[in-house]
């Protein structure tokens, strides 16, 4: 039985990763075909790094993901904390649901919506071109929220709501108050969900292919390249993001480990 | 004043306070709210229900019909797809749960590296493999074998879906399955129920809200995908995500292409509900 499970880890993990390991080995490829392999090479790095558009839709995407991601961790954790302190039950129900239409929603229906409201209401200003860099970040701001705010909730359920009044009995102001004592202890929520939106923000093809006019993503610029023969420069682009998101991944398990034997030291020495 | 007509005074004050602010703080989000998730479903239905030139007319949910076999082939492989990722993904959240706590964090990290990576990417990748002139053809050709024909198949769109929503169905699985006390799988045994009735009585019931929320992170994308379906379903699948991709980006089909999405939205928004309804009432049970 446990040898069983092991192999079925294996075999799944195996499969999991075959694509990944194919788009990192013909990145190294010495020809343009993604098939055969040739020879070893980086002339498909040199190659991303001379290319213009790649740099910028690069560029973009960060710009994007930044932008968007701190719109919506501000707006989402306000709107948290005054969800939170809503008494009219129906009323927050009701904010709640509609708050996760956009989760719930396919990708592609949110993207329609949205695009035909950009059309019309460039229509309605006579604007000829009504995408752009403004409608995807609403668009990425709108698909975000709530991932922030159902991040964010949760914490301030535990948090003792007498904390914020003991801090303004003692003579702090609300706005002090929710910096220095409501802030913090939901910070690990608000740091969950703004992570939540930036990865969102940065993968995202299908809302952005609507809302995007001529500004271009990395996932729109792989859209594009994939509608031709691609050649393995894409492949050497999405390396470089396979890398840095394993790097990322392995500094926050690190970070969590150290943690967690921080927490366990403390408690050992609590028990003494 | 008494001290009790005091502490209400103070709490009546700081409830007016309080609601206030709630309202303050929730104004720009209300505001977001409406205009980008209400007003535009107001305008999908908008568009569902007036032609071109914007005049009313039902004629767009009359031509449902010709697209009947678009929206059956993408539930019915959405389904198969859904139903193929849980029958894989359970026993591997449930293996994983019975490894060491640093190797479950491994996997866990493992399972979530594929999910950072561009599901355009990966899929190309997995077109790479599998056409006709890709890695496994070549690999058969080397060792003598026919090539064998798996891109442009429906299999192939549905192995593309389970590829890329497996990790949506393990995250939810394994954490339902390593919250289960193994002190009530022992005293199951110890009331006498063999191991089949445990999974069946204990496990799987405990597990229902993981398996939920995993079917929907998986059905959902699943059934309005348009990318899989082109790049490894080629002509041979034309998905309701398809059609509706090719009739938003013309204007003059931009009506008919609302109401289709208009018509997915209702259909998903209505499975969903079903499935919550269906867990609340397994949550009845349990308790």
Same mark, same amino acid.
């Given at each position: 039985?446990?040898?069983?499970?092991?192999?079925?880890?294996?075999?799944? !993990?195996?499969?999991?990763?075959?694509?990944?390991?194919? #788009?990192? !080995?013909?990145?190294?490829?010495?020809?343009?075909?993604?098939? /055969?392999? @040739?020879?070893?090479?980086?002339?498909? =790095?040199?190659?991303?790094?001379?290319?213009?558009?790649?740099?910028?839709?690069?560029?973009?995407?960060?710009?994007?993901?930044?932008?968007?991601?701190?719109?919506? @961790?501000?707006?989402?954790?306000?709107?948290?904390?005054?969800? %939170?302190?809503?008494?009219?039950?129906? !009323?927050?129900?009701?904010?709640?649901?509609?708050?996760?239409?956009?989760?719930?929603?396919?990708?592609?229906?949110?993207?329609?919506?949205?695009?035909?409201? %950009?059309?019309?209401?460039?229509?309605?200003?006579?604007?000829?071109?009504?995408?752009?860099?403004?409608?995807?970040?609403?668009?990425?701001?709108?698909?975000?929220?709530?991932?922030?705010?159902?991040?964010?909730?949760?914490?301030?359920?535990?948090?003792?709501?007498?904390?914020?009044?003991?801090?303004?009995?003692?003579?702090?102001?609300?706005?002090?108050?929710?910096?220095?004592?409501?802030?913090?202890?939901?910070?690990?929520?608000?740091?969950?969900?703004?992570?939540?939106?930036?990865?969102?923000?940065?993968?995202?093809?299908?809302?952005?292919?609507?809302?995007?006019?001529?500004?271009?993503?990395?996932?729109?610029?792989?859209?594009?390249?994939?509608?031709?023969?691609?050649?393995?420069?894409?492949?050497?682009?999405?390396?470089?993001?396979?890398?840095?998101?394993?790097?990322?991944?392995?500094?926050?398990?690190?970070?969590?480990?150290?943690?967690?034997?921080?927490?366990?030291?403390?408690?050992?020495?609590?028990?003494? | 004043?008494?001290?009790?007509?005091?502490?209400?005074?103070?709490?009546?004050?700081?409830? /007016?306070?309080?609601? +206030?602010?709630?309202?303050?703080?929730?104004?720009? =989000?209300?505001?977001?709210?409406?205009?980008?998730?209400?007003?535009? #479903?107001?305008?999908?239905?908008? =568009?569902?229900?007036?032609?071109?030139?914007?005049?009313?007319?039902?004629?767009? %949910?009359?031509?449902?019909?010709?697209?009947?076999?678009?929206?059956?082939?993408?539930?019915?492989?959405?389904?198969?797809?859904?139903?193929?990722?849980?029958?894989?993904? =359970?026993?591997?959240?449930?293996?994983?749960?019975?490894?060491?706590?640093?190797?479950?964090?491994?996997?866990?990290?493992?399972?979530?590296?594929?999910?950072?990576?561009?599901?355009?990417?990966?899929?190309?990748?997995?077109?790479?493999?599998?056409? @006709?002139?890709?890695?496994?053809?070549?690999?058969?050709?080397?060792? +003598?074998?026919?090539?064998?024909?798996?891109?442009?198949?429906? +299999?192939?769109?549905?192995? +593309?879906?389970?590829?890329?929503?497996?990790?949506?169905?393990?995250?939810?699985?394994?954490?339902?399955?390593?919250?289960?006390?193994?002190?009530?799988?022992?005293?199951?045994?110890?009331?006498?129920?063999?191991?089949?009735?445990?999974?069946?009585?204990?496990?799987?019931?405990?597990?229902?809200?993981?398996?939920?929320?995993?079917?929907?992170?998986?059905?959902?994308?699943?059934?309005?995908?348009?990318?899989?379906?082109?790049?490894?379903?080629? @002509?041979?699948?034309?998905?309701?995500?398809?059609?509706?991709?090719?009739?938003?980006?013309?204007?003059?089909?931009?009506?008919?292409?609302? #109401?289709?999405?208009?018509?997915?939205?209702?259909?998903?928004?209505?499975?969903?509900?079903?499935?919550?309804?269906?867990?609340?009432?397994?949550?009845?049970?349990?308790?």
């Amino acid at each position: 039985m446990k040898i069983f499970g092991k192999i079925y880890l294996g075999v799944i !993990f195996a499969v999991m990763y075959l694509p990944l390991l194919v #788009m990192v !080995f013909f990145s190294f490829n010495a020809s343009n075909s993604t098939a /055969t392999f @040739t020879g070893f090479s980086l002339h498909w =790095y040199e190659e991303m790094l001379r290319d213009s558009a790649a740099m910028d839709a690069l560029k973009n995407t960060l710009l994007l993901a930044v932008v968007s991601t701190v719109i919506a @961790t501000i707006l989402g954790t306000l709107a948290a904390v005054g969800i %939170f302190g809503m008494r009219n039950k129906w !009323f927050k129900t009701g904010v709640l649901s509609v708050s996760n239409v956009p989760m719930m929603n396919p990708d592609i229906v949110t993207g329609v919506s949205l695009m035909l409201l %950009f059309a019309f209401v460039g229509r309605m200003l006579g604007a000829v071109e009504s995408l752009g860099f403004f409608t995807i970040l609403i668009a990425h701001v709108t698909f975000s929220l709530p991932y922030v705010v159902l991040n964010v909730l949760p914490k301030l359920m535990q948090t003792d709501p007498h904390l914020a009044e003991a801090a303004q009995d003692l003579g702090s102001t609300p706005i002090q108050a929710f910096f220095r004592v409501v802030l913090p202890s939901i910070s690990s929520g608000v740091v969950s969900g703004a992570l939540m939106a930036f990865t969102l923000s940065i993968d995202d093809f299908v809302i952005s292919h609507y809302t995007s006019g001529s500004f271009t993503t990395l996932p729109l610029l792989i859209y594009t390249m994939t509608k031709k023969r691609v050649t393995p420069e894409m492949y050497a682009v999405c390396s470089c993001i396979f890398l840095s998101v394993l790097v990322l991944l392995l500094i926050m398990n690190l970070s969590q480990i150290r943690q967690a034997k921080k927490m366990s030291r403390i408690s050992v020495i609590g028990k003494k | 004043m008494t001290d009790a007509k005091m502490r209400g005074v103070r709490e009546r004050k700081s409830r /007016t306070r309080k609601k +206030g602010v709630s309202l303050l703080l929730n104004f720009p =989000y209300l505001i977001w709210l409406s205009l980008f998730v209400i007003v535009p #479903m107001f305008i999908v239905a908008a =568009y569902a229900f007036t032609d071109a030139s914007g005049a009313f007319t039902l004629d767009n %949910f009359r031509k449902l019909s010709v697209y009947r076999e678009n929206i059956f082939d993408s539930f019915v492989y959405a389904l198969i797809a859904t139903a193929v990722t849980l029958i894989l993904a =359970y026993p591997f959240a449930y293996f994983m749960t019975k490894r060491s706590a640093a190797a479950q964090r491994v996997m866990m990290m493992l399972v979530m590296l594929p999910m950072w990576m561009n599901l355009l990417i990966l899929t190309y990748s997995i077109m790479n493999i599998i056409e @006709t002139n890709g890695i496994v053809n070549n690999l058969l050709v080397a060792m +003598g074998m026919e090539k064998v024909q798996m891109i442009n198949t429906p +299999g192939a769109v549905v192995f +593309g879906m389970v590829y890329n929503y497996f990790p949506y169905m393990v995250l939810p699985l394994y954490s339902v399955l390593s919250k289960i006390d193994p002190a009530l799988l022992e005293a199951a045994a110890d009331l006498g129920s063999g191991g089949p009735s445990r999974f069946r009585r204990v496990i799987l019931p405990l597990s229902m809200p993981g398996i939920i929320s995993g079917i929907t992170m998986v059905f959902v994308p699943s059934v309005s995908t348009f990318y899989i379906s082109q790049k490894l379903g080629g @002509t041979s699948v034309n998905m309701i995500g398809d059609v509706i991709e090719s009739l938003v980006n013309r204007v003059s089909t931009r009506n008919l292409g609302a #109401m289709l999405s208009l018509v997915l939205m209702v259909v998903i928004l209505i499975c969903i509900m079903i499935m919550n309804r269906f867990s609340d009432e397994e949550g009845g049970i349990m308790l």
